[in-house]
């Protein structure tokens, strides 16, 4: 089992739509937590950091349950800008960095 | 955008030849880190740096070394590149090890033939 999971995808959304990304994670340990974006042939680049008790950037909104061990991404008013790969990031003890293989979301007009 | 150059972006090799691929950075951030991007695999660590001549292995180092003489420049080194060695490489910073995001450069696309 991978330490932190993610479903690929794609997902396909009309322009305007609302869409949820989950990704779980399996160290009980891990410490902090973000979403990445990533373009096509291009470097991953920070969306957000996630917080325990939630927190809203915009039409994006980060989600944490440290219980369940899984964290989310909303995105509310998709645009066709959105199109592209969504990776969760877990830092766990000792400081490294597990990524998520992404999730895919292509916004059609 | 944070201040991570990667060199060369693009690079073709044959098999058995040594290849270095560097990383410099304009942050003074303690942290560096190097990753390969594969299809199906997602981004894997391959080593990374937590302070001048401070280095560790990652998930995926065999094949790989890496050095650090200066707080700006990270190297990357394939002793005898192999065609499994051909991916996407990245570099990463970031200030502190716990806690905070760590930033990318633009990548290496490495072939090797």
């Known amino acids: 089992r991978k330490e932190v999971e993610q479903d690929p995808g794609p997902f396909n959304v009309p322009e305007g739509a609302t869409v949820a990304f989950n990704c779980t994670y399996s160290n009980s340990a891990s410490q902090s937590f973000f979403w990445y974006r990533q373009d096509c042939r291009k470097e991953p680049k920070l969306l957000m950091s996630?917080?325990?008790s939630g927190n809203e950037d915009g039409r994006f909104t980060a989600q944490l349950n440290r219980a369940s061990q899984y964290i989310s991404l909303l995105i509310r008013d998709s645009k066709l800008s959105d199109s592209a790969t969504y990776l969760c990031v877990v830092n766990g003890g000792a400081g490294k960095s597990t990524f998520g293989d992404g999730t895919t979301l292509t916004v059609k007009p | 955008d944070a201040g991570i150059t990667q060199s060369p972006r693009h690079k073709v090799t044959e098999t058995g030849t040594p290849v270095t691929l560097r990383c410099h950075q304009t942050e003074n951030h303690r942290y560096m880190y190097w990753y390969r991007q594969d299809p199906g695999h997602g981004l894997r660590l391959i080593h990374y740096?937590?302070?001048?001549?401070?280095?560790d292995k990652g998930e995926v180092s065999d094949g790989y070394s890496v050095s650090r003489s200066k707080t700006e420049d990270f190297l990357l080194t394939l002793e005898s590149a192999t065609s499994s060695q051909t991916s996407v490489y990245f570099c990463?910073?970031?200030?502190?090890?716990?806690?905070?995001?760590?930033?990318f450069g633009d990548g290496t696309r490495l072939s090797i033939l």
């Open positions: 990463a910073i970031s200030e502190h090890m716990e806690g905070q995001p760590q930033h």
């Open positions: 740096s937590y302070g001048v001549k401070d280095t």
């Open positions: 996630v917080y325990s």
